[in-house]
């Protein structure tokens, strides 16, 4: 949450080696806290992230995985993640919430593209949500090189600072290739 509406934020970049596969890089609201995956994560799964602002909200989870994870040949680009997020949107969220259906919006920011799809707790919409919990879930995917992977944002507003600024982090992931 911004201390003063429309201040602008001072943001910090940070990296993340992804098990040898590339290198995450992204820029966070300096007073955003980072939980980073545990360091004996093993090699073979999708790294986890979570970002948090004072106050829990937004929150941003990413699970991280690259090209050939688990011997999978598999390469997700940007059609293919609009695909995999409407189906699972659909499938999870969807019809319990207010939407009742998943519309899935593709951006694309330098080398980074994004699907994703929002959606509102309809016992949230007339009150507000206890602190513990959020009024809106946006899920996605993206991929930036040769990493891809999945990710939630969690807030309170559907287009408003949280998510705005939630979203900015994802935009600004940038994938690169491991140093050879």
């Known amino acids: 949450m911004r201390l003063f509406a429309g201040a602008p934020l001072l943001l ?8 040898g596969h590339g290198t995450l890089t992204w820029a966070a609201p300096a007073t955003w806290e980072h939980t980073p995956p545990p360091s004996a994560a093993s090699s073979d799964a999708p790294v986890t992230s979570r970002w948090r602002a004072p106050g829990n909200h937004p929150t ?4 991280i995985a690259w090209d050939g994870i688990a011997g999978n040949p598999g390469k997700p680009d940007g059609p293919i993640l609009a695909v995999l997020v409407k189906a699972f949107a659909e499938k999870r969220y969807a019809a319990g919430s207010v939407e009742k259906t998943a519309k899935v919006e593709t951006v694309t920011n330098g080398t980074t593209i994004i699907s994703y799809a929002s959606f509102t707790d309809p016992q949230f ?24 992977g999945n990710f939630t944002l969690m807030t309170n507003d559907k287009d408003g600072d949280e998510f705005r600024e939630a979203m900015a982090l994802v ?10």
């Open 12 to 19: 910090v970049t940070n990296s993340l080696a992804i098990h």
């Open 125 to 148: 919409v007339a009150k507000d949500p206890p602190p513990e919990e959020t009024r809106h879930m946006t899920v996605g995917m993206f991929r930036s090189g040769p990493l891809w």
């Open 60 to 63: 941003v989870l990413v699970s």
């Open 171 to 180: 935009k600004s992931f940038r994938g690169a290739a491991p140093a050879k």
